[in-house]
Nanobody
């Protein structure tokens, strides 16, 4: 039974920070490169970040580069997204998935507003 459970979202003021988590189960997490994507209200999916299996290689969308950091703890089957210097345009539902997008969780809502 594959599960991906995102958490850590919430309401934050512009310039603030949040740390998202994604706990995986039902597959061999350490064998999969992972990705974060997001969906803003009324808009399509936007890729945010990738991380390789060991965590040593990462990529970011231009819109978040320098502000977000993706990491993973394979011993805990957990993927993270540290989000700093948040902007209103970061408001979205954030999802984690393996790079092949085979599995999805329910996402976690991030709202950046004054």
């Amino acid at each position: 039974q594959v599960q991906l459970v995102e958490s850590g979202g919430g309401l934050v003021q512009p310039g603030g920070s949040l740390r998202l988590s994604c706990v995986a189960s039902g597959f061999t997490f350490s064998n999969y490169a992972m990705t974060w994507v997001r969906q803003a209200p009324g808009k399509g999916l936007e890729w945010v970040s990738n991380i390789n299996t060991g965590g040593g290689n990462t990529d970011y969308a231009d819109s978040v580069k320098g502000r977000f950091t993706v990491s993973r703890d394979n011993a805990k089957n957990t993927l993270y997204l540290q989000m700093n210097s948040l902007k209103p345009e970061d408001t979205a539902v954030y999802y984690c998935a393996p790079r092949n997008y085979r599995y999805w969780g329910q996402g976690t809502q991030v709202t950046v507003s004054s």
